[in-house]
């Protein structure tokens, strides 16, 4: 499994939150098994599941993301990183 870990700000977290919930469909196809969304304020940090590298970087470089992160109000460039799952432990 590979995890899509994005990080942005946005203008305003309910705007932006009511977009990202409208791309699902698009995560989902490109194969997106789930997500975590986690935040600070307007700073907001994203952990997409997806079966393997291949297809978090065919969601990433979708040009439906970019435009999907500039109408939900996402200021500057995102932070994109893809992360192997070595272990996970729930408590």
Same mark, same amino acid.
């Given at each position: 499994?590979?995890? =899509?870990? @994005? %990080?942005?700000?946005? *203008?305003?977290? +309910? +705007? ?7 791309? *699902? ?5 490109? /194969? !997106?098994?789930?997500? %975590? ?5 307007? !700073?907001?940090?994203? =952990?997409?599941? &997806?079966?393997?590298? /291949?297809?978090? *970087?065919? &969601?990433?470089?979708?040009?439906? =993301? ?6 939900? /109000? @996402? @200021? ?6 893809? =992360? +192997? +799952?070595? *272990?996970?432990?729930?408590?």
């Amino acid at each position: 499994m590979t995890t =899509l870990l @994005v %990080q942005h700000t946005v *203008e305003s977290f +309910d +705007d932006w939150k009511t977009g990202f919930d409208n791309h *699902e469909p698009n995560r989902r196809l490109h /194969g !997106a098994t789930g997500h %975590q969304v986690m935040r600070d304020g307007n !700073a907001v940090t994203i =952990l997409i599941d &997806f079966p393997d590298a /291949g297809a978090a *970087e065919g &969601f990433s470089s979708d040009p439906a =993301l970019k435009e999907a992160m500039s109408k939900a /109000g @996402v @200021v500057g460039a995102p932070s994109i990183s893809y =992360l +192997d +799952d070595v *272990e996970s432990i729930s408590y």
